[in-house]
């Protein structure tokens, strides 16, 4: 689709070429001027920053498809980066894709990086990427991983200019229209602390996973410490991934050797879903992973939905082991509720597809879930009845 538009646009709009940048004026066009705020505005080597970008307006229909707003960060460029500049010999990223600005997705962003430093943590490698402080994330969502650059170099002081502008993708077609300036410091770790610092960075990142492996330390220290180093919840659970700690990573005990008991232990331990288990027979099964990711991907990333998931759990597992119990007892009771969570599992599968990454998308989506099956499980059969008893008594 993507090529598709591209092609498309090349021969619409013809006219549009690298000679041509010295003539794009995009306010002419139409494009508005995005409101930025640098967070702080200066600091040594070392200092987190962070850019949030607002105010974008509806982009006109008529302009070029493939128009983006793109970012431009001088700090490669001063560290001696063979990193490749692809605007116009600067180096930029775009913000918002011309797929993003195509369907209307031009809500705020948050651009995160930490400026070079050789104070800074040595990169890791979680889930087969190597990960740095210093790699430049939108969203939360690691863009340009920049490796042991992150900490071979410490950025020079001075003022440097991050440059916001409108462009064509994959052209030197650019209009900056919005500059903020940040500016790095002398200072940062003296050399007498170099090697003290470097070790510590070398025990946060390795050996605090290394301990939890190993069962050296619990799982909320294990959060706890990685939170201390900036993780999110997104990379702490990457790093559980890494060493097979996720709960579905975990390979259970054979349920038909499980008493009530344990069942009921493992459940108010935040277990996994004990119907869908005894339904479909194992906590592999797609229907189970479901449940797992929409509960630790969607819900226990907001508030609101941790405290669903508390007063639901408290709920759930009141009943649920002896329902399990029943249906790996009964074959035919273990058809009936597949047949019934069935139409929940289908529902519950639009989160995965959801865009939830606020406490406001978690209330709307659950709102919108619970009246969904309120009309599958009680309007529609309720309807249903009503109309049958119609006819029936129109017959007599």
Known sequence: MALSILIISFLV?????????????????GLGTPQVEITPSSGPPGTKVEIRITNIVPVPKSIDPRTELFVFLPFLKEVGSNV?????????????????IGSGKIGPKTITFTIFSKSNPKPIVLAGFVES???????????E???????????????YEIKFAWGIQRTDVYDVRK????????????PAQQEKVEQQSKETDNQIIEQFEKGLI??????????ALGYDSQEIREAKALIGKLEHQIEPETPKQETKQEMEEESSNGGGCLIATATYGTELAPQVQLLREIRDNKLLLTESGSAFMKSFNTFYYSFSPTIADLERQNPVFKEAVKVTITPLLMSLSIL???????EAGVLGYG??????????YFVAPAYTVIQLKKKLNSKA
């Open 13 to 29: 709009f013809p006219s549009q070429s690298l000679q041509a940048q010295t003539n794009y004026d995009s306010e002419a066009i």
């Open 84 to 100: 490749p500049h692809n605007c116009a010999g600067e180096y930029c990223i775009p913000v918002y894709s011309f797929e993003e």
């Open 133 to 143: 402080v210093c790699d430049l994330k939108i969203n939360g969502k690691t863009i």
């Open 145 to 159: 991983r920049y490796g042991n650059t992150c900490y071979e170099f410490n950025q020079p002081a001075g003022k």
């Open 179 to 190: 500059t903020v300036v940040f500016t790095v410091t002398e200072g940062g770790v003296q």
């Open 218 to 227: 619990t799982e909320e220290e294990f959060e706890n410490k990685l939170r």
């Open 352 to 358: 995965n597809h959801g865009d939830i990454d606020s």
């Open 367 to 376: 709102i919108g879930l619970i009246l969904l099956n309120v009309g599958m």
